[in-house]
């Protein structure tokens, strides 16, 4: 069976870090996806999807050290839910468990033409990563 999901959004807050009791790091990060579409008037419709992210080990390291608010990234991994309790009441929470992220450009109010790197070209290594194309703009920004 097939479980993926792959999304192009922006973080909508810095990345929260907290480590496991056996030292795993974990990153939690929300990132805002947007669809749009033209209704049957011909008027234009946006809509926000915010898809909850986590990731573990090296992966949640270079997230944390890399990622800020309102950054363009590509997430994917596999979608998973899990079951809590708050206050007595039985709670569920999905959100995809990452297997990659790629970052797709600075901060919104850093944002250079071309500017896209990886994790690996920024602390030095790894090769270069074509710029991907979205036709979201600061305006669609929803932060």
């Not at 992210?53 to 800020?68: N, Q, R, S």
């Not at 959100?95 to 250079?112: P, Q, S, V």
Request: with cysteine.
């Amino acid at each position: 069976m097939l479980n993926r999901w792959e999304g192009i959004g922006r973080l909508g807050r810095d990345v929260e870090m907290r480590y496991l009791s056996d030292g795993t790091a974990v990153a939690s990060f929300s990132v805002a996806c947007d669809e749009k579409w033209k209704d049957r008037s011909g008027e234009e419709q946006k809509r926000t999807e915010w898809v909850k992210c986590v990731a573990f080990d090296k992966l949640a390291e270079i997230c944390g050290k890399y990622l800020t608010k309102g950054q363009l990234v590509y997430v994917a991994g596999r979608l998973t839910t899990r079951e809590y309790e708050k206050n007595g009441e039985k709670r569920f929470m999905t959100e995809i468990k990452l297997t990659d992220m790629k970052m797709l450009g600075g901060k919104a109010d850093e944002r250079e033409p071309g500017n896209s790197a990886t994790a690996a070209q920024r602390s030095g290594g790894g090769a270069a990563t074509e710029p991907h194309s979205s036709d979201m703009t600061d305006d669609d920004v929803p932060f």
